[in-house]
Every structure is written in structure tokens, then in C-alpha cells.
């Protein structure tokens, strides 16, 4: 498609096929693979506004578009940061390696480098610092799977509501009601339990929200944030525990044996201030861009349609912003 730039702004012209989409939807053909002819396109009827109010509108759900990619962006250089700092303290050790060789760690105060070891001991895993021992998963964590409840996608349409419900892998609805409020780690259990490199598919979720059968439900324990435990089981493969011929499985005994380094509490315990600031920013600006999409998706057909005027938009996305 070729878009004749003196009569219409390409940007607008783009929210208008997303105001759309559902028309769109329903002129497809196909049942095995949805098409859209040419013919069928020539049926849309879009109002168009003067070229000048269309650039208007569409500067203004640009920008919407790309602060909230902003958001996102933000966010992913915050984990990248944490996940380097784990790489740093708990994998390269890099702390202990400076002591032993007579230099201070650095990126940190001296009363954080005081809680790490100058010397290594031998382990099951290699030399690990003097301290620290190997333990496994079931040490690190609390697990709270007694309390999921799944529920049918006709239970789900019944419940339709504002609360998040997790499965294995992914967000799959919004129910009326939640079992779970607070911030925990998900593991796929059965059928979504592994990517491609056999690391773990773990999804980081927060607030009130519900979880069916398929995913294990757990919190940071003994000294262990629910951060440091993610990083932690994001590295490892779990191919070797991983069961089911037909359906990959999970299960919470073979999760349980995992092997998994333990730093001493202190250590523990300094990581996880080190990254709360990182994981509370990543949460804050996960819920402002939430509240942007939602906003951008109510105000477009307005927008668009001209029934509402820019004033009042950018009043309502100054509410979010504040």
C-alpha cells in the first residue's frame, strides 16, 4: 500500500487500521490462514480529518506509543543491570577474586565488601567462596502451590473480571477474584516448562492476581529475595529434571533437587538491597506503561473518530503520568 502523503498523514492512517481492527477482523476470509483482499480493503469507510489535524493526532498517540516503549526499554536495561550484578557476585565472583588478590571490590561500600570471603574452598561445583556451601532450590524458596486453583475457560468467562490469571507460560485472562497478592516467581510445571536452551520459562509477577495448576507459585526464602532466586534459576538448564515423554513436566520434587549455590545470609541479604531499587522501578514503570496501553487503546477510536478533542487526551494522560 502506497499512502499519498498530501492527504494523509501514513502515522494516522496506521491508528485508524488499529481503530479498526476488529472490522478488520470480521471482512476476513479463511479458516486455516485469515486473508484480506484488496477488494475487501476498498470496502473500509475511514473519516479523515484535514491533513493538519491528522498530524496533530497522530504526534500525539506517537509520542503515547513511545514513551511507553521508553517504559519498556528502561525496564530491560534495569534487569540487564541486576542480572550483571548477580553474574558478578555469585557466578565470576568477583568480590572474593579481589580480595584474594589483595584489591578492593569494586562498585561497592566497604561494608559490603567485608561480608565476602578473601580466599575459595573446593566444592561439588568447583571452587566456590570459603562460606558458602552448595545447597539446592528447596533450601532458597517457599512454595505456595497448595493454594492454585485452575479454573475452565467457561469458569473464566463467568468470572470475567480486573485480576491477572497466570498459567504455565503467559497471562491467559482476567478473573473477578484472587488467591495470591504479594510478589512471587512462576515455573511452568507441566507442558510450558522450558526454552529452547533448557533454561527455565519463569515469569515475575506481582500484586493480586490468580494462578491455575500449571505453574509452580514461589516466594525467596531464608535470606533469598524472590529476585535473587529468579536470577539464580534463570541460569541453570533444567533439561536434566524436566520428565513426561508426550507432555514436559516439572515436578516439584525433581524442582526441589536443583542444586543451587547458598551465599551466606549476609551476602543474601546485601544482594537483595542492591536490586530491590532496580525490581521496584521495573515494577513502577511495568504498571505505568499497563495503564498507558489501556489508555491508548480507549482513547484511539475517540481520537480518530474525532469525538474527542486533544486537550482533554492529554489531560487524562497527564493522570497516569503524575
Known amino acids: 500500500m502506497v499512502v499519498d502523503e498530501s492527504k494523509v498523514d501514513h502515522r494516522f492512517l496506521y491508528y485508524q487500521l488499529l481503530a479498526c481492527r476488529r472490522q478488520i477482523k470480521s471482512l476476513s476470509t479463511g479458516a486455516a490462514q485469515q486473508n484480506l483482499s484488496g477488494a475487501q480493503i476498498k470496502q473500509f469507510v ?3 480529518p484535514r491533513r493538519s489535524e491528522q498530524s496533530v493526532v497522530a504526534d500525539f498517540l506517537w509520542q503515547l506509543d ?3 516503549d521508553l517504559l519498556r526499554q528502561t ?3 534495569l534487569e540487564s543491570i541486576a542480572q550483571a550484578l548477580f553474574k558478578s557476585w555469585f557466578i565470576d565472583f568477583d568480590p572474593v577474586r579481589a580480595k584474594a588478590e589483595g584489591r578492593e571490590p569494586e562498585g561497592m561500600d566497604a561494608a ?3 561480608l565476602f570471603p578473601a580466599e575459595f574452598e573446593e566444592s561439588a561445583l568447583g571452587l566456590i567462596p570459603k562460606g558458602w556451601r552448595l545447597g539446592t532450590v528447596r533450601d532458597a524458596c517457599s512454595i505456595f502451590d497448595s493454594r492454585r486453583i485452575p479454573l475452565s475457560g467457561k469458569q473464566r468467562t463467568e468470572k ?3 485480576y491477572p490469571y497466570y498459567g504455565a507460560a503467559a497471562l491467559m485472562d482476567y478473573v473477578d477474584e484472587f488467591i495470591f497478592d504479594g510478589v512471587y516467581l512462576l515455573l511452568g510445571e507441566d507442558g510450558s516448562v522450558t526454552n529452547a536452551d533448557g533454561t527455565p520459562i519463569t515469569q515475575y509477577v506481582w500484586g493480586k492476581f490468580w494462578v491455575n495448576n500449571h505453574a509452580h507459585v514461589l516466594q525467596g526464602a531464608n535470606g533469598i529475595c524472590t529476585e535473587h532466586l529468579m536470577l539464580a534459576l534463570r541460569g541453570i538448564d533444567f ?3 524436566v520428565t513426561g515423554a508426550v507432555q514436559a513436566k ?3 520434587g525433581n524442582l526441589f533437587r536443583i542444586p543451587l549455590l547458598m551465599p551466606t545470609e549476609m551476602v543474601s541479604r546485601a544482594f537483595g538491597i542492591a536490586v530491590r531499587a532496580f525490581y521496584d522501578k521495573v515494577r513502577a514503570n511495568s504498571e505505568q506503561a499497563k495503564s498507558l496501553v489501556e489508555l491508548r487503546d480507549t482513547l484511539l477510536p475517540r481520537l480518530i473518530s474525532g469525538k474527542l478533542r486533544l486537550p482533554e487526551a492529554r489531560a487524562q494522560v497527564e493522570e ?3
Open 46 to 48: 475511514l473519516p479523515y
Open 250 to 252: 516439572l515436578n516439584q
Open 112 to 114: 559490603t565488601a567485608a
Open 75 to 77: 525496564n530491560a536495561t
Open 239 to 241: 533439561t536434566p529434571y
Open 66 to 68: 513511545r514513551r511507553i
Open 160 to 162: 470475567k473480571g480486573i
Open 320 to 322: 497516569v503520568l503524575a
